[in-house]
């Protein structure tokens, strides 16, 4: 790994908690719990989302306590301080496990213990976003958002995103539920995963419909060019995940992100679910740096890129933005 992209600060903005279970880990928790499971095997690749969802949600049944919420976010914040996360926006599942019995309370206690352990002790800070699963009903989402509330109001959760199988499910079904979201003020943002059926209109959506604050993936607007002109106008942050895109559809779709940063748009690197993609941020960095052989300044730009496309305060985001120009002009003297 390179010492330079390992250094240099950064914030992910598209990390599924859940999706940080390594097999070892996934498989300890199963063996606690008693939980009736096969041995956790990851295959080199998945065919397309839905093969993945299914060995995602199937991993997850070992997760039922506290401390194993606590022990998942405590490990991902380990290697995300070493792959050089200074801040962090973190997706979790809440359904995903209230509907196995794990009380919601359960979910966000666990992961808050870690998450102030982790700012406590020289970062990486943290925010949490609770994502709805876009191929179970609104009225399951609606009682999510209901069940959030006294979370978000303790300032326990940021915003609310979209996430799960999004075939048959545009964002527009969540219309109402991500109004109301915003009305209890939650920051919205929605999955649009690549290579999906009318990935393009739901991409409209998102921006028209639901008027989110981010979109996640969304590398498929690069085949409009009104759509990008539209992202790139409201600086509308894209996370993209390069890793997750080559381990489900074969490409780092590196050729799609250049063309974006080229257009003005706030693309952003990510790692989405780094214990199924085989790597973490610096590694998805580092995947895109070689495909397009990026120079520092470059990748400078993307590092400051993901901080302004995150939630946090203009003076946080400028601080940070300065951390990483150091980094690089640093690198340049040495
Ligand atoms: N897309 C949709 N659902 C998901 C993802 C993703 O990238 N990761 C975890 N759940
Ligand atoms: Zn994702």
Same mark, same amino acid.
Request: proline share 5%; with cysteine; charged share 25%.
């Given at each position: 790994? =390179? =010492?330079?992209?390992?250094?240099?600060?950064?914030?992910?903005?598209?990390?599924?908690?859940?999706?940080?279970?390594?097999?070892?880990?996934?498989?300890?928790?199963?063996?606690?719990?008693?939980?009736?499971?096969?041995?956790?095997?990851?295959?080199?690749?998945?065919?397309?989302?839905?093969?993945?969802?299914?060995?995602?949600?199937?991993?997850?049944? /070992?997760?039922?306590?506290? $401390?194993?919420?606590?022990?998942?976010?405590?490990?991902?914040?380990?290697?995300?301080?070493?792959?050089?996360?200074?801040?962090?926006?973190?997706?979790?599942?809440?359904?995903?496990?209230?509907?196995?019995?794990?009380?919601?309370?359960?979910?966000?206690?666990?992961?808050?213990?870690?998450?102030?352990?982790?700012?406590?002790?020289?970062?990486?800070?943290?925010?949490?976003?609770?994502?709805?699963?876009?191929?179970?009903?609104?009225?399951?989402? &609606?009682?999510?958002?209901?069940?959030?509330?006294?979370?978000?109001? &303790?300032?326990?959760?940021?915003?609310?995103?979209? =996430?799960?199988?999004?075939?048959?499910?545009?964002?527009?079904?969540?219309?109402?539920?991500?109004?109301?979201?915003?009305?209890? /003020?939650?920051?919205?943002?929605?999955?649009?995963?690549?290579?999906?059926?009318?990935?393009?209109?739901?991409?409209?959506?998102?921006?028209?419909?639901?008027?989110?604050?981010?979109?996640?993936? /969304?590398?498929?607007?690069?085949?409009?060019?009104?759509?990008?002109?539209?992202?790139?106008? &409201?600086?509308?942050?894209?996370?993209?995940?390069?890793?997750?895109?080559?381990?489900?559809?074969?490409?780092?779709?590196? =050729?799609?992100?250049?063309?974006?940063?080229?257009? /003005?748009?706030?693309?952003?690197?990510?790692?989405?679910?780094?214990?199924?993609?085989?790597?973490?941020?610096?590694?998805?960095?580092?995947?895109?740096?070689?495909?397009?052989?990026?120079?520092?300044?470059?990748?400078?730009?993307?590092?400051?890129?993901?901080?302004?496309?995150?939630?946090?305060?203009?003076?946080?985001? $400028?601080?940070?933005? &300065?951390?990483?120009?150091?980094?690089?002009?640093g690198w340049r003297q040495r």
């Amino acid at each position: 790994m =390179d =010492d330079f992209i390992l250094g240099l600060p950064k914030c992910e903005l598209h990390v599924h908690l859940e999706g940080t279970l390594e097999p070892t880990m996934a498989a300890t928790m199963a063996a606690r719990h008693g939980v009736e499971r096969a041995p956790v095997t990851r295959p080199p690749a998945f065919e397309g989302l839905a093969d993945f969802l299914a060995a995602y949600y199937a991993d997850m049944a /070992g997760l039922r306590d506290e $401390a194993d919420f606590t022990e998942l976010t405590a490990r991902y914040l380990e290697t995300a301080r070493h792959h050089g996360v200074r801040y962090a926006e973190l997706f979790f599942d809440p359904q995903a496990h209230t509907a196995r019995g794990v009380p919601f309370a359960t979910v966000v206690t666990g992961i808050r213990r870690a998450q102030e352990a982790a700012r406590a002790q020289g970062g990486p800070d943290t925010e949490l976003v609770m994502c709805f699963l876009r191929d179970e009903s609104v009225e399951s989402a &609606r009682a999510t958002l209901a069940e959030s509330l006294p979370y978000r109001e &303790r300032g326990w959760i940021l915003g609310v995103g979209l =996430d799960s199988d999004e075939r048959g499910n545009p964002p527009e079904k969540f219309a109402g539920v991500f109004a109301d979201a915003r009305a209890a /003020g939650y920051r919205l943002t929605a999955h649009c995963d690549p290579r999906q059926e009318h990935s393009i209109a739901h991409l409209w959506q998102c921006v028209e419909v639901i008027g989110v604050d981010r979109i996640d993936h /969304g590398t498929e607007c690069v085949a409009d060019p009104r759509l990008c002109d539209e992202l790139a106008r &409201r600086r509308l942050g894209l996370t993209s995940c390069p890793l997750s895109n080559l381990r489900l559809y074969g490409t780092l779709m590196a =050729d799609e992100i250049y063309e974006l940063m080229s257009r /003005g748009v706030l693309v952003t690197l990510n790692s989405d679910d780094p214990a199924y993609f085989g790597g973490y941020v610096a590694d998805n960095y580092e995947a895109v740096a070689s495909a397009l052989g990026l120079s520092r300044k470059e990748l400078g730009a993307l590092a400051k890129s993901s901080f302004e496309a995150s939630w946090l305060p203009p003076e946080r985001k $400028a601080a940070y933005e &300065r951390a990483v120009d150091e980094h690089v002009h640093g690198w340049r003297q040495r």
